[in-house]
């Protein structure tokens, strides 16, 4: 999960408003069992907006209305789906993730590529270790 703040301030003539658009970097094809496609977000928010608890229903409302309104964009590509380390993405990929204000990595597999799967020091900085976005 990646967000990038904009500045809807200068689109909007206002210097104070602010923007926050969330990508949510899936698979465009399964490896594992659990891993997140397209179809498996639009399937769970769908979900919720049936859900029969009233607070699930419209939490599952608020997530659609983000998607609709392109506040929240899904992203599928097959970088996700492959082994390498994550500073061997594809530089589309690699671009796109350096330019976000903030990235949430899940999943020991992909930790496991951040940090390139390898023994490190107790002491490395993980600033040093990720430096490579």
Request: aromatic share 8%.
């Amino acid at each position: 999960v990646c967000a990038r703040r904009r500045a809807a301030a200068a689109a909007a003539g206002s210097s104070s408003a602010r923007q926050v658009t969330v990508t949510l970097h899936v698979k465009a094809h399964p490896t594992f069992v659990s891993d997140a496609m397209c179809k498996d977000v639009r399937a769970t928010v769908a979900a919720m907006c049936e859900s029969g608890d009233a607070a699930v229903a419209v939490m599952g409302h608020r997530w659609n209305s983000h998607i609709e309104s392109g506040a929240w964009v899904i992203k599928p590509a097959f970088a996700w789906a492959q082994p390498q380390p994550l500073w061997e993405l594809p530089r589309g990929a690699r671009n796109s993730l350096a330019a976000e204000d903030l990235v949430v990595i899940k999943g020991d597999a992909n930790y496991r590529r951040l940090l390139g799967d390898r023994v490190w020091a107790l002491d490395t900085p993980f600033a040093e270790v990720a430096a490579y976005f």
